[in-house]
């Protein structure tokens, strides 16, 4: 179970006035590395600079995990940061009173509330905590992508980072980084962190897996980019649950509609990069599992594919076709 800190409707507009006024300072000082929570930056971003370190030669990675990194950031480190920014006391206190807001829990057998003092961690579900995180974690932005003796380039999407390294440096930029975190009063998951060699493995990052391939056409080696298989999975359990048995009773308009508005959502998002395979893929596990829903919710014998073919899937029912083509074209072509 984690905590959320979810403000009042009061507390999310001044949280919201707040961090409009500290952002611009802010987004002054970040490093370029960091790109989730930052105006005009976004996932595809990151995965395309990582590719970039990849292809300069920085082939080991430590695919890093911080353990509940919003939960156990220190108030005290955390505030001297803004500090030398900020100088309103004002803001100061206000930023203080989010940060120690009361754990308020439900007693599940129906008794009194229990409330705990947050004496770590900043609110998930806060409007201003995700730009707090980013200041607590900069100083390791600089730290890695600055530093001049390992040469190493750090990638960073909120708790979700990449150290590439150059052959032979990546135990060594470990090391340096479980330190920098100690000091910090932060955990390193070291179970879930590893040092990949991507010339034999792969990664997977922000939804993506990233693993190195011949191309058949040219026969030179790139870094190919495609939806990870956990991302795949969940995304057929979605569909799943919206065509279970329970659902044969509803309109068929509403179930198609609801199958469109998940698939509409997951094009957007994973179209990048090398995704016509995948995505191939998971339009023919779509139309099964649309075909099959229609087969038994009319109770049909026999003759699945011709009652239902592909194209009256399409044309009647309305089904969306997912993009088959390389989201790389679209780039080039503009």
Known sequence: MRPLGIPTVKDRVVQQGVKLLLEPIFEADFHENSYAYRPKKNAHQAIDKAVEALRSGRIEVIDTDLSGYFDTIPH????????????????????????????????????KKRRT?????????????????????????????????????????????????????????????????????????????????????????LGFRIVRRKSPSTGKYYYHREPSPKACLKMREAIRKETRRNTFNKDEKAVFDKVNQRLRGWAAYYHFGNSTRVFSKMQYHVNEQMRRWLWKRHNKKHGRYSYYPDERLYQYYGLIKLPLYAAWKIHEAN
Request: with cysteine.
């Open 117 to 205: 003092k947050n004496r770590r961690g900043t609110p998930q579900g806060g409007v201003i905590s995700p730009l707090l995180a980013n200041i607590y974690l900069d100083g390791l932005d600089k730290a890695v992508n600055m530093g001049k003796k390992m040469k190493a380039v750090m990638v960073r999407f909120a708790d979700d980072g990449l150290l590439l390294c150059l052959k032979g440096k990546g135990k060594q930029v470990y090391e340096q980084l479980r330190k920098w975190l100690e000091r910090r009063e932060l955990i390193l998951n070291e179970e879930k962190t590893r040092i990949v060699n991507m010339l034999h493995e792969s990664i997977e990052f």
């Open 76 to 111: 005290a480190q955390l505030i001297r940061l803004v500090k030398r920014r900020v100088s309103d006391g004002t803001i100061l206190k206000l930023i203080k009173a989010w940060l120690r807001a009361e754990v308020v829990e439900e007693d599940p057998e129906g008794g």
